[in-house]
């Protein structure tokens, strides 16, 4: 199995702040994905990073907002622009093989905007 | 796109007795099916999955069913245990792409 790291694990930040966020893989990965889970919510996802080209967001979310890259085949970040507390939420990265591969999920970043 | 439905929101079970949580999905292209427990403050952790080749699934006390014709899918639990207690999340997979549903938060009392 993948094992995830992300940094930090946690932040407290101001709002109209920037805050990025790193997804580190200690294998080789086809498919990254990033998530934000609201407490006691579902999973949305945020957008597909791709190697080599630009990530690809889902309906709500513009690449403005969060700004993602993915240099190599096991490292991605994703930049949460222009805070308020409404992005306050736990952001997950998840990672895997192919479209129907087992998914792994890091162990998430706690962000607070106050 | 895909659309998945989950039921109940909230299962309290006594310790011993079986839990279903029941999903529908929307898309028939869905292929992959996976199930995901989710304990207060952790990540999601995959706990079984099927493909839509098959029917059924099981693995210990979890096992999942499949009905493609119907577009919907089950996690049955048995003999259940205070650990059990967590959020499961069903999840349909299309084309690189995968849809959660709301969670179900299971309460196994002891």
């Known amino acids: 199995s993948a094992v995830i790291s992300q940094k930090p694990s946690r932040d407290i930040c101001q709002r109209g702040t920037s805050l990025t966020i790193q997804c580190q893989v200690d294998?080789?990965?086809?498919?990254m994905f990033w998530y934000r889970q609201q407490p006691g919510q579902s999973l949305t996802l945020i957008a597909t990073?791709?190697?080599?080209?630009?990530?690809?967001?889902e309906s709500g979310f513009v690449i403005d907002k969060f700004p993602i890259s993915r240099p190599n085949l096991t490292f991605s970040t994703l930049t949460v622009s222009n805070m308020s507390p409404e992005d306050s939420s736990i952001y997950l990265c998840?990672?895997?093989?192919?479209?129907?591969?087992?998914?792994?999920f890091g162990p998430g970043t706690r962000l607070t905007v106050l | 796109g895909e659309n998945v439905e989950q039921h109940p929101s909230t299962l309290s079970v006594q310790e011993g007795d079986s839990a279903v949580i029941k999903c529908t999905y929307s898309d028939s292209a869905s292929n992959y099916f996976p199930w995901y427990k989710q304990e207060l403050g952790k990540r999601p952790q995959l706990i079984i999955d099927i493909r839509s080749n098959v029917g059924e699934k099981k693995d210990q006390r979890i096992a999942v069913t499949l009905n493609k014709t119907a577009k919907h899918f089950s996690l049955h639990i048995t003999e259940t245990q205070p650990e059990d207690s967590a959020v499961y999340f069903c999840?349909?997979?299309?084309?690189?792409?995968?849809?959660f549903g709301t969670g179900t938060k299971l309460q196994v009392i002891p």
């Open positions: 998840s990672v895997s093989g192919s479209g129907t591969d087992t998914q792994y």
């Open positions: 999840a349909a997979w299309g084309y690189q792409k995968v849809t």
């Open positions: 294998s080789q990965v086809t498919m």
């Open positions: 990073a791709n190697q080599g080209s630009e990530a690809t967001y």
